[in-house]
């Protein structure tokens, strides 16, 4: 594909920005924006790519094409809001760090909404920033989890505190996250190599630790939660 190509025009959700510049030559932190809504995802993308050490190599309005990004991009950072729809938003953590193994995450998050920040936490981003906070603190993180360095918001890691802590042993953990992904009971105790009724009784506590109606809704409040 020609680096000048569009990429609109072939993956919905997803939005080049201009040539790609000589990285080698001039240091440039390539950069993928990742944001539901529309305006301040452009807002954010037009701040950071007239930078001249930052280059936004895409903009996307959900988690369906980040994989594809990453993948055919590979940008440095990944600046990703907690609430981005599809599979690798916030209810995808594991998925979300599978695919952003290779760059370092900034996330976004609202400082009134302790759920979602601590669900940002749970992607174990090197930096975590308020969608309220100033464009120059933005480009500023940016440059900092590009050389490695953490960046939390303390305000915001302050936030995520509120909420209370997960009652879920990390077996039961592990078998709601299994079960997450479609699994049924037998195929969950092959996995893990338990028996049956041993699975059957980590459901049955799972849902009661959660105050769920079923296994369903208990997988809901967990992923809700950052518990899984």
Not at 61 to 86: N, Q, T, Y
Not at 169 to 196: D, F, H, Y
């Amino acid at each position: 594909m020609n680096k000048n190509d569009h990429w609109s025009e072939r993956r919905p959700g997803l939005r080049r920005w201009g040539p790609s510049r000589d990285d080698a030559r001039h240091a440039v932190i390539r950069t993928l924006v990742a944001e539901h809504v529309h305006l301040l995802r452009l807002g954010l993308s037009a701040c950071l790519d007239r930078e001249p050490d930052i280059n936004v190599v895409a903009d996307l309005s959900d988690g369906e094409a980040l994989g594809p990004a990453v993948a055919a991009l590979s940008p440095a950072v990944a600046v990703i809001d907690v609430d981005l729809p599809g599979p690798a938003g916030s209810t995808g953590v594991a998925h979300l760090r599978e695919l952003t193994a290779e760059c370092s995450v900034v996330m976004l998050a609202d400082r009134g909404d302790p759920l979602g920040v601590r669900r940002a936490l749970a992607v174990d981003p090197l930096g975590l920033l308020s969608r309220q906070a100033p464009a120059d603190v933005l480009m500023r993180v940016v440059r900092q989890v590009a050389a490695g360095r953490r960046m939390i918001d303390p305000e915001l890691a302050g936030t995520a505190r509120a909420v209370e802590e997960n009652p879920l042993t990390p077996r039961e953990v592990e078998v709601l996250r299994i079960a997450a992904n479609g699994a049924t009971t037998a195929e969950i105790a092959a996995r893990l190599s338990l028996s049956v009724k041993t699975v059957r009784n980590h459901l049955s506590s799972v849902i009661t630790r959660t105050a769920a109606r079923n296994r369903i809704d208990a997988i809901r409040i967990a992923s809700e939660r950052a518990w899984l």
